[in-house]
């Protein structure tokens, strides 16, 4: 999973983005599964994942590669 870095940890919000960032870090994917099972998609990159593009993955196991946006995903490729 990549490593999200906030663009400055000097700002007022930084007690968030350090609580945000050891969440990410530490996550267990339950949540995840959780959100799968309750027949919701979910969105995540990976190391190799293209800049501007995520995984979206249903949750009948199919995945997709997707650009997103607020009027909607749009499909790049499905994996």
Do not use: C
């Not at 530490?26 to 190391?47: M, N, S, T, V, W």
């Not at 800049?51 to 009027?71: S, W, Y």
Request: no cysteine.
């Amino acid at each position: 999973m990549k490593t999200v870095q906030p663009n400055s940890m000097h700002d007022p919000d930084e007690a968030l983005w350090r609580d945000l960032l050891h969440a990410v870090q530490h996550d267990d994917g339950a949540a995840a599964k959780e959100h799968l099972q309750a027949g919701f998609p979910i969105y995540y990159a990976k190391d190799d994942t293209p800049p501007g593009l995520l995984i979206k993955e249903h949750p009948n196991g199919r995945r997709e590669l997707v650009r997103f946006d607020e009027a909607g995903d749009e499909v790049i490729r499905v994996l």
